[in-house]
């Protein structure tokens, strides 16, 4: 599916209403005053990003975006939102007046980001659109395809990015513990 067919017929709509809903409800996280309803328009709208992306037939970034981002990060956001007390947040203003130095920043940085996009040349689309779903001659789906090139040209990095995490979760573990000790 080029980038043209993708604004066409009822993948055009579908679009469309994705990321109108997806821009609502990323306005909605920043707008609401109860955290736990931003992070429900927060998960709202990593899902409804997961449909843009499995739309564009990029099911393995879609899959990705549930798991990682709707999945593991919104567990970590409720965590946190969880061990904050509610008493504590509830006495303050949502922007605390500073609307003028948020525009300011608005300004600053979607300037530069509006004169890359109307300056550059977007990259054409690809000729064959099979060929980055290719292993050798045989077209495969977009998922298998990124599969096989991960576990078999970049197994090492692979590898040595999990041991990585794990460490990091382990440290994580015993850092907590260390705290928990001395609030006891």
């Keep these: 599916m080029t980038s043209a067919a993708l604004l066409t017929g009822g993948a055009g709509w579908a679009f469309v209403i994705f990321a109108g809903l997806a821009l609502g409800t990323a306005v909605a996280v920043i707008v609401s005053k109860n955290p736990v309803h931003s992070a429900l328009y927060l998960l709202a709208s990593f899902l409804l990003v997961a449909c843009i992306f499995i ?3 990029a099911e393995f970034v879609g899959a990705v975006q549930i798991l990682v981002y709707a999945g593991g990060i919104m567990v970590l956001f409720l965590f946190v939102i969880m061990l904050v007390h509610q008493r504590t947040v509830a006495g303050t203003s949502a922007f605390q007046h500073q609307w003028d130095i948020a525009l300011l920043f608005l300004l600053v940085f979607l300037l530069p ?3 890359i996009l109307w300056t550059e040349k977007l990259p054409d689309v690809a000729a064959n659109p099979d060929a980055f779903r290719m292993v050798g001659a045989k077209v495969l789906g977009n998922t298998q395809a990124v599969a096989w090139i991960l576990y078999r040209d970049y197994l090492l990095p692979f ?5 990585f995490l794990l460490v990091a979760m382990i440290g994580a573990v015993v850092l907590g513990k ?5 609030v006891d």
């Design 55 to 57: 739309l564009a037939q």
């Design 113 to 115: 980001f509006l004169y």
């Design 159 to 163: 590898e040595v990015a999990s041991i």
């Design 178 to 182: 260390r705290s928990m000790e001395k």
